[in-house]
């Protein structure tokens, strides 16, 4: 295909890509657009759940958790021991006032990888936003017990523990 040519294809799925490939790359470059946000790229060689990942990811960055859940659900259909999809759909729970629902896909997605480095912090993020920086705490130090030598693990836990002290410390003074 030569530099500057646009192919477009449209899925059954209503979503537009743009396919481009210019001289400097080796690769197609594709562009997604979508209603709620203008485009984003990724490498040509995506799959549509790569799609769904990064389009999810941000539809919670604007607040738009119900279409990130939808987004994570059809990852899930197709892949249900995903657990980085399992995670954020948790977390998308999370961030809606529904800790409940929340947790219960973070220790689903866990359960899938007890490990993942990932889903633990997403876990422990979830957590401390829902108001829990116990169960936060409890959860990062699992995740330093995986991995010692991961210093931004360490950092972290020491800020939500300042955090938790300072608002210890504030809550005791009014």
């Not at 990811?57 to 990852?75: F, H, N, R, T, V």
């Not at 998308?92 to 866990?110: F, N, P, R, V, W």
């Not at 360490?154 to 938790?164: A, D, G, H, T």
């Amino acid at each position: 295909m030569p530099e500057g040519t646009i192919l477009f294809i449209i899925p059954t799925s209503f979503l537009i890509y743009f396919f481009r490939r210019k001289k400097s790359l080796s690769v197609l470059t594709v562009i997604f657009i979508s209603d709620e946000h203008p485009f984003f790229f990724m490498d040509g060689s995506a799959t549509h759940e790569q799609f769904l990942m990064r389009q999810s990811d941000i539809l919670i960055a604007d607040g738009q958790y119900e279409k990130a859940i939808s987004c994570l659900d059809e990852i899930l259909k197709e892949h249900p021991d995903n657990e980085h999809a399992l995670s954020m759909k948790g977390f998308a729970y999370c961030l809606m006032g529904d800790s409940e629902k929340g947790i219960e896909c973070l220790e689903e997605a866990l359960e899938i990888d007890p490990c993942s480095k990932e889903v633990l912090i997403i876990f422990a993020d979830a957590c401390l936003r829902s108001s829990m920086p116990e169960r936060s705490l409890e959860i990062l130090d699992k995740a330093i017990s995986f991995y010692p030598d991961d210093d931004g693990l360490v950092m972290l836990k020491e800020v939500i523990i300042m955090v938790r002290n300072k608002n210890d410390i504030d809550s005791s003074l009014n």
